[in-house]
């Protein structure tokens, strides 16, 4: 991000559309379910109207697309991840923050946002699980739930799937469902 910027510091609307075209014209579309790591490492303040054109758009983009990319932010300080949790905070958004080392291992991996109950507990037994789709979880989970059918199941793995948190496999027509953080 802060070559993308140009500066350690990302602030302001303008600065963060400038941001987001930047994103758009460097990041792969990849043919595969990839992460993309948005690497704050050498960012020391960025301020919510700049992560909001810039980041947020970027995903909001990729994942409105149904793109195989999905963004993740990685080792943001204290002060950037405080601004990520209010701005999405106040949308009732969540997004995937993670630590990457040396080796590109990820560590600290965390949502932060809020989901609500009935997305935690999709999110929880994906997670579980390790991967899974809509029928498993409904058969598993149906008399719990009270669930007549899949759909609900399946409508909550689209929807945390478009936030990014959940990777999605298409088997056919069937589709699977991984947590963004496996291997975490």
Same mark, same amino acid.
């Given at each position: 991000?802060?070559?993308?910027?140009?500066?350690?510091?990302?602030?302001g609307a303008v600065s963060g559309?400038?941001?987001?075209?930047? %994103?758009?014209?460097? *990041?792969?579309?990849?043919? &595969?379910?990839?992460?993309?790591? $948005? +690497?704050?490492? @050498?960012?020391?303040?960025?301020?919510?109207?700049?992560?909001?054109?810039?980041?947020?758009?970027?995903?909001?983009?990729?994942?409105?697309?149904?793109?195989?990319?999905?963004?993740?932010?990685?080792?943001?300080?204290?002060?950037?991840?405080?601004?990520?949790?209010?701005?999405?905070q106040a949308r009732g958004d969540?997004?995937?923050?993670?630590? %990457?080392?040396?080796? *590109?291992?990820?560590?600290? &991996?965390?949502?932060?946002?809020? $989901? +609500?109950?009935? @997305?935690?507990?999709?999110?929880?037994?994906?997670?579980?699980?390790?991967?899974?789709?809509?029928?498993?979880?409904?058969?598993?989970?149906?008399?719990?739930?009270?669930?007549?059918?899949?759909t609900a199941w399946n409508n909550?793995?689209?929807?945390?799937?478009?936030?990014?948190?959940?990777?999605?496999?298409?088997?056919?027509?069937?589709?699977?469902?991984?947590?963004?953080?496996?291997?975490?």
């Amino acid at each position: 991000m802060c070559e993308i910027a140009g500066a350690s510091v990302l602030a302001g609307a303008v600065s963060g559309r400038r941001g987001f075209a930047k %994103l758009v014209e460097l *990041a792969p579309m990849p043919p &595969c379910p990839s992460l993309i790591y $948005l +690497d704050f490492r @050498q960012i020391e303040v960025a301020t919510a109207s700049y992560l909001r054109e810039s980041v947020l758009a970027y995903r909001a983009l990729v994942r409105g697309q149904r793109s195989t990319a999905y963004p993740i932010i990685t080792n943001a300080n204290v002060e950037v991840r405080d601004e990520f949790y209010e701005l999405v905070q106040a949308r009732g958004d969540a997004l995937p923050v993670c630590n %990457l080392d040396g080796e *590109a291992k990820r560590t600290s &991996c965390e949502i932060i946002g809020e $989901l +609500d109950p009935k @997305q935690r507990l999709t999110y929880d037994l994906v997670t579980e699980r390790g991967e899974t789709d809509a029928g498993e979880l409904w058969r598993s989970n149906s008399a719990a739930e009270g669930l007549a059918s899949p759909t609900a199941w399946n409508n909550r793995l689209s929807s945390l799937a478009s936030l990014g948190l959940l990777i999605e496999h298409s088997q056919g027509r069937a589709k699977r469902y991984r947590s963004i953080f496996t291997e975490c």
